[in-house]
């Protein structure tokens, strides 16, 4: 059984910051990517950013230079630092991985999602 828990979503003001963590746990064997999608009310969920197990990161257009992800990998981490929120950052955020267990078997799995609403 693999587990996410996602943390550090709330409210801020335009031009704030958030951090969001995303902690696995569980019957891991191996993780290879990490992720933070967003999905805001009537939209379909998107991709923010990426991580690979080679360090190398991808991220969607619209959070270059304000957006980073970054993960520990001895403790099973991955953190999404928000700079220069705009309200239309607003969304549920999830976190998603790639991992395979102990059991050998290799599958995504989500996060329960955390809030972020930026907004004066």
């Known amino acids: 059984q693999v587990q996410l828990v996602e943390s550090g979503g709330g409210l801020v003001q335009p031009g704030g910051s958030l951090r969001l963590s995303c902690a696995a746990s569980?019957?891991?064997?191996?993780?290879?990517?990490m992720a933070w999608y967003r999905q805001a009310p009537g939209k379909q969920r998107e991709l923010v950013a990426a991580?690979?197990?080679?360090?190398?990161?991808n991220s969607v257009d619209s959070v270059k230079g304000r957006f980073a992800i970054s993960r520990d990998n001895a403790k099973n981490l991955v953190y999404l630092q928000m700079n220069s929120l705009k309200p239309e950052d607003t969304a549920v955020y999830y976190c998603?991985?790639?991992?395979?267990?102990?059991?050998?078997?290799?599958?995504?799995?989500w996060g329960q999602g955390t809030q972020v609403t930026v907004s004066s």
């Open positions: 998603n991985t790639d991992i395979r267990a102990t059991n050998g078997i290799r599958r995504t799995y």
């Open positions: 991580i690979f197990s080679s360090g190398n990161t």
């Open positions: 569980g019957s891991i064997l191996t993780i290879y990517s």
